[in-house]
């Protein structure tokens, strides 16, 4: 049994199929404007599964890198403060020579014994480093000031825990050192020699325990660069691993320009034919019959 085709199915089919040539042709325009050829998940779910995988991988590689370079500046805050206390520890050290050698007068004697008070509360001074409003040698405590300049001492109430960064997944790196522990070993030091000093009484018995003191802050200062070293790799390692996500980023998402303006072409000049064939279809009326 044949079907009559009506000229009211004729119109429905062509209005059915402009249709869905506005909608093509909607799809490569806005893949042209956006650069996209992923606007929304139905035009491809798959693609935009893996668009939102890749994306969400960009993001998580650039916080790593955050982490990073902030470690990094906060190692390279501890090397600066150590190298610091290390310059300061030698002077002391030449002081100590110096005020032992008994043709010393007592003017002499009191130059020293100033010039070391001084040093002294420049190591209190490099105690209180900050980064980023954050006191580098106060622990997890790091809103707290380590030296208290009234006591002159290293304060209580900060702690020897580490603080770490997370710069890949799962995986941390320390970038603080006991700063309690060196800076109180430190200043306990240099007062030592002052209250030798004081009492009219020969430093050079604390000559051994400065050179004690100097060789915890050079193996400080020594983990303190391996730290360094390997965030400095890991951010050349997270630099290609960013470079690779957002390539894949880019081939799951991004429209082939030359590819969408041929297709946009092609799809206008279907269109056009789809129209010129509609106009044709179009019934004519009674009047069209009577002129």
């Known amino acids: 049994m044949s079907v009559r085709i009506t000229q009211g199915m004729l119109n429905r089919n062509m209005l059915n199929n402009l249709n869905r040539s506005y909608h093509v042709l909607d799809k490569y325009q806005n893949q042209l ?11 491809d779910p798959v693609s935009s599964y893996q668009a ?9 590689i650039d916080q790593f890198k955050r982490n990073a370079s902030d470690g990094l500046s906060w190692t390279e805050a501890t090397d600066d403060a150590l190298d610091q206390v ?13 005020a032992s050698n008994g043709t010393n007068e007592g003017t002499s004697i009191s130059a020293i014994k100033e010039e070391l008070e001084q040093l002294k509360e420049h190591i209190g001074e490099i105690a209180n480093t900050t980064i980023g409003g954050k006191y580098i040698f106060s622990g997890t405590a790091t809103q707290t000031k380590p030296y208290d300049k009234t006591d002159q001492a290293i304060k209580d109430d900060i702690n020897a825990e580490k603080i770490k960064f997370e710069v890949a997944q799962d ?12 800076f109180k070993g430190v200043l306990e ?16 018995m604390r000559l051994e325990e400065i050179d004690v003191q100097l060789n915890d802050v050079l193996k400080e ?21 960013e470079l690779t ?19 946009l072409i092609t799809q206008e000049n279907v269109h056009r034919a789809a129209l010129s064939a509609g106009a044709r279809i179009i019934q004519l009326t009674l009047v069209d019959f009577l002129r």
């Open 86 to 98: 290390t310059n300061v520890l030698h002077r002391v050290r030449e002081l100590v020579v110096k």
């Open 171 to 182: 995986s941390f790196i320390t970038v603080n050192i006991n700063g309690q522990k060196l």
């Open 33 to 43: 404007s956006s650069g996209k050829k992923i606007n929304k998940p139905s035009d």
């Open 189 to 204: 030091e240099v007062q030592q020699v002052i209250g030798l000093l004081e009492a009219n009484e020969n430093p050079e």
């Open 221 to 241: 200062r020594a983990r303190v660069g391996a730290n360094t070293n390997r965030i400095e790799l890991m951010l050349a390692k997270l630099d290609s691993a």
């Open 52 to 60: 939102m995988f890749h994306r969400t991988n960009v993001f998580e």
């Open 245 to 263: 996500a957002k390539k894949l980023l880019s081939n799951t998402e991004d429209a082939d320009i030359a590819e969408v303006i041929t297709e």
